[in-house]
C-alpha cells in the first residue's frame, strides 16, 4: 500500500479469545512437486484474478489471499515472509494481506520445498510449512461476512434476504480526490489542503 501509507491495516478486535489447534505436529506426507506445484498454480491464478478485478485507476500491488491449512495456522511464518495476518478462522483458514504481488519470499519456500531435502537432512526445507498448506485462494464474497454476522447464521452471501434491512457498520475509506493524490505526491497528507 505504498501510495496509502497513512492507512494501516490492522486487525479487528472482534476476537479476543485466541483458539490454539495443537502444536505444529507432523505435517501431511505429500508429493512434494505435486502439491507445491498445485499452489503455486493457485497461488499465480489468485494474483491474476485480483489483478483483473482492479480498476486501472486504483492499481495498487497488494493483494489479499484467503490460505487454507490443515495444522497449525503458522501465523508467525507468514508474518515472517511478509504477509500481514488479517484474520484467522476455527476452520484453519488465514486471510492475508501481502504488499505486493511477486511475493518472492513465499514462491523462494515453494522452490525450495520442491527441490527436496538436501544431502544430510532428512525432510525438504520449510516441509512443515509448505505441507501444511491445503489451498490458496482470492478472498471471496463469504470471506468478508463479518464475525457479528457470521454469529447471528449468515455464513454466504445467500443468507441475506433481499428487500431486508440491517444495520451494519462500516469503514469506509475515502481514496481522495485527483488534486489531493497529488498533493501527497508531494509529500503532503492528503488532507492537508494549501
Not at 491445503?134 to 457470521?150: C, K, L, Q
Not at 501527497?184 to 488532507?191: I, K, S, V
Request: charged share 30%.
Amino acid at each position: 500500500m505504498a501510495r496509502y501509507d497513512h492507512l494501516e491495516l490492522v486487525r479487528l478486535p472482534e476476537q479476543f479469545e485466541r483458539r490454539k489447534h495443537g502444536g505444529g505436529g507432523p505435517a501431511p506426507t505429500r508429493d512434494r512437486n505435486q502439491h507445491s506445484t498445485k499452489l503455486r498454480d493457485e497461488l499465480d491464478a489468485s494474483t491474476q484474478l485480483q489483478q483483473r478485478r482492479r480498476k486501472p485507476e486504483f492499481v495498487d500491488p497488494s493483494l489479499i489471499l484467503r490460505v487454507q491449512m490443515t495444522g497449525a495456522l503458522l501465523e508467525d511464518d507468514w508474518e515472517r515472509l511478509g504477509l500481514t495476518v488479517l484474520s484467522s478462522d476455527a476452520d484453519r483458514t488465514l486471510v492475508l494481506f501481502a504488499s505486493t504481488d511477486d511475493m518472492q519470499e513465499f514462491r523462494a519456500r515453494l522452490d525450495a520445498y520442491q527441490r527436496g531435502a538436501p544431502a544430510g537432512q532428512k525432510r525438504a526445507p520449510y516441509n512443515t510449512f509448505v505441507a501444511g498448506i491445503e489451498s490458496i485462494g482470492s478472498v471471496e464474497p463469504r470471506d468478508r461476512i463479518g464475525p457479528r454476522f457470521r454469529e447471528d447464521g449468515f455464513a454466504n452471501p445467500d443468507d441475506f434476504l433481499a428487500q431486508t434491512f440491517y444495520l451494519v457498520d462500516v469503514e469506509l475509506w475515502d481514496l481522495g480526490e485527483t488534486s489531493s493524490t497529488r498533493a501527497q505526491d508531494r509529500g503532503c497528507h492528503p488532507l492537508c489542503r494549501g
